[in-house]
């Protein structure tokens, strides 16, 4: 069965330093994954997604995520964090086809914190 | 324009009480989808819904009833709310059924008391 699960739950950085939100899968197959940021009160955006073709995956607002099949992971990444980037961010697995649909699994969430 | 759209988003209401959320989403889209996230930030896919028809329906309690008068909307009906539906309710569309980029509503914020 596929799932994901994100390593930490809370994140606090200093703005201007690297954001490492860390994220481990679970899949039978070579998995599709997504990183998806929820600001306080708002809905949810997609940040970037792995589908199998470049392992390092650029997204929105600086974000990347490199998938690494050896060590199962889907690290989201940041050179240099913003206030703006207070978050809650979730890495997601799309799971297998079943019904006519593919379901989204998503992790808990990590909270990103970033002070000045 | 908001891709998708969906209305009210913030909801206080007694319990026992029916109440509905509507969602409209402008992208083109086939597929939409409700999901509910608990207090403690969990999302969990309740139904999806395929060009008007009802594809995926998780455990979800029948007093939840999803209507989809069009591929455009799709509509959330929850009848004699319980403390326990308190969550927010995420509307979201995607091309097709393959869950390939998925993109939501931001949110409706029930609160049953």
């Known amino acids: 069965a596929q799932s994901v699960t994100q390593l930490d739950s809370h994140v606090s950085v200093s703005e201007g330093t690297p954001v490492l939100l860390r994220c481990n899968y679970s899949?039978?197959?070579?998995?599709?994954l997504f990183w998806y940021v929820q600001h306080p009160n708002k809905g949810l955006q997609l940040l970037l997604k792995?589908?199998?073709?470049?392992?390092l995956v650029k997204g929105i607002n600086g974000f990347e995520a490199e998938f690494k099949k050896s060590e199962t992971s889907f690290h989201l990444t940041k050179p240099s964090a913003h206030m703006s980037d207070a978050a809650e961010y979730f890495c997601?697995?799309?799971?297998?086809?079943?019904?006519?649909?593919?379901?989204?699994?998503f992790g808990a969430g990590t909270r990103l914190a970033v002070h000045p | 324009d908001t891709a998708v759209s969906q209305t009210p988003k913030y909801l206080v209401t007694q319990m026992g009480n029916d109440k509905s959320i509507k969602c409209e989403q402008n992208?083109?889209?086939?597929?939409m989808y409700w999901y509910k996230q608990d207090s403690k930030k969990f999302l969990k896919i309740m139904f999806s819904?395929?060009?008007?028809?009802?594809?995926i329906n998780e455990t979800v309690p029948n007093r939840f009833s999803p209507k989809s008068p069009d591929k455009a909307h799709l509509n959330l009906h929850i009848n004699s709310l319980e403390l326990g539906d308190s969550a927010v309710y995420f509307c979201?569309?995607?091309?097709?059924?393959?869950?390939?980029?998925?993109?939501f509503g931001e949110g409706s914020w029930l609160t049953v008391v």
């Open positions: 819904y395929n060009n008007k028809e009802l594809i």
């Open positions: 997601v697995v799309r799971g297998p086809y079943s019904g006519g649909y593919n379901k989204l699994i």
């Open positions: 992208l083109g889209h086939d597929t």
């Open positions: 899949s039978s197959y070579s998995p599709s």
């Open positions: 979201a569309s995607s091309q097709r059924t393959d869950g390939n980029t998925i993109y």
């Open positions: 792995y589908t199998s073709a470049a392992t």
